[in-house]
């Protein structure tokens, strides 16, 4: 089975694990400060708290920020559900955003209409490595006078205009699950320039506290502590992110050359104002169920896009969902992405490509 993504770990990610069995520090410690500071490197933020999950790192972006029951926060409806499920940890009420046609970011056209007195915030998502258009994200922002929350959790890497995804607004987060570019296991990151907004993201997750090892605690808080684990394999993964990201447009530009010209399959839309990092390949076809039933007969794994919000089974009965939702149905309906991984061998690619080629000359 070629599989649609997939971590690289090898010896390299071993040799930093060695490190924190030999310091017996297993958790936040020495190299978790490193892997924060590689961090701030990348993204060009001041500040940057490990937290356990990108899901909690939104949270307590929301938290530090103090949104909660009353209020509302503008989402896009195309996008992984953490994003609307860390609003309704705050207790505040997710609302959906119909997307653009080209990038399937927010349309900051159709946020215009869900505005109301609620309204507290809005959360741009990077999605499937490309950048949400911040140009009009920030002066919709400033216009409303709301908060900007970044999910860049499939960001890392990512720059519109030559700056890091996650670092345009009050506070993003970058996120470290074991599909993402590079990976920690589980993990995320909040990054924020505002001294603080990132003094109460520390105290969300150590227990309402400024340091560890007191057992005074000032403020309400919580465990979302990050693992010297995770920062070791994080350490690791951030050495090799220049060779994944080379590596990952060298798929994709394969994907894009070879498969030029075949009716019905279209690669998406890249904003030139964006450096992607393609975490994911994906196209759209006009027959996406057919499509990723054939390749997975060839032992293909493909994976559809994510189901949109106002879709959700879970939200029934919770949210009342309005609006005209027909962009993100059709982008839904039609999107696939295809094997992205930094492993995938050049003849496995040309395996998908033949077969893409196949299904679509019947």
């Known amino acids: 089975m070629i599989p649609q993504i997939q971590p690289w770990i090898d010896g390299e990610e071993l ?95 159709k946020a215009e209409q869900l505005i109301t007195e ?7 998502v990077h999605l499937y490595g490309q950048a949400a258009d911040m140009d009009a994200i920030i002066p919709f922002a400033q216009k409303h006078n709301l908060f900007i929350v970044e999910d860049a959790a499939q960001g890392v890497g990512v720059k519109f205009n030559g700056k890091h995804t996650g670092t345009f607004g009050e506070l993003g987060i970058l996120s470290y699950y074991g599909n993402k ?18 003094k109460r993201c520390y105290r969300l997750k150590n227990h309402g506290r400024d340091k560890k090892g007191v057992f005074v605690h000032e403020h309400l808080g919580f465990n979302f502590s990050f693992t010297e684990m995770q920062a070791a394999i994080g350490i690791a993964q951030m050495k090799k992110l220049p060779k994944i990201i080379a590596r990952k447009n060298q798929i994709y530009e394969k994907y894009k050359n070879e498969l030029v010209g075949i009716n019905g399959f279209n690669p998406v839309y890249i904003d030139p104002r964006c450096q992607p990092v393609f975490w994911f390949t994906s196209y759209l076809s006009n027959d996406v169920e057919g499509l990723a039933g054939f390749l997975l007969d060839a032992e293909i794994q493909t994976r559809r896009f994510f189901l949109p919000l106002n879709q959700q089974p879970c939200y029934n009965g919770v949210l009342d969902i309005k609006g005209d939702f027909s962009t993100s149905k059709r982008i839904y309906e039609s999107g696939i992405s295809l094997p992205s991984s930094y492993l995938l061998k050049d003849e496995e690619q040309d395996l998908v490509i033949s077969k893409i080629k196949e299904y679509y000359s019947k």
């Open 15 to 109: 040799e930093q694990l060695k490190r924190v069995i030999d310091s017996t520090f297993v958790t936040e410690h020495k190299l978790t400060e490193e892997f924060e500071e590689i961090t701030k490197e990348l993204t060009g933020s001041k500040h940057a708290i490990s937290m356990f999950n990108g899901t909690v790192a939104l949270y307590s972006c929301l938290k530090a920020l103090e949104i909660g029951a009353g209020d509302e926060v503008i989402v896009p409806n195309i996008t992984f559900i953490a994003t609307a499920n860390a609003v309704l940890m705050t207790g505040a009420k997710p609302v959906f955003c119909e997307i653009r046609e080209d990038t399937f970011c927010l349309d900051v056209d």
């Open 118 to 124: 609620k309204t507290k915030a809005i959360m741009p």
């Open 181 to 198: 570019t590079i990976t920690t296991g589980e993990g995320g990151i909040v990054l924020t320039n505002d001294d603080e907004l990132a």
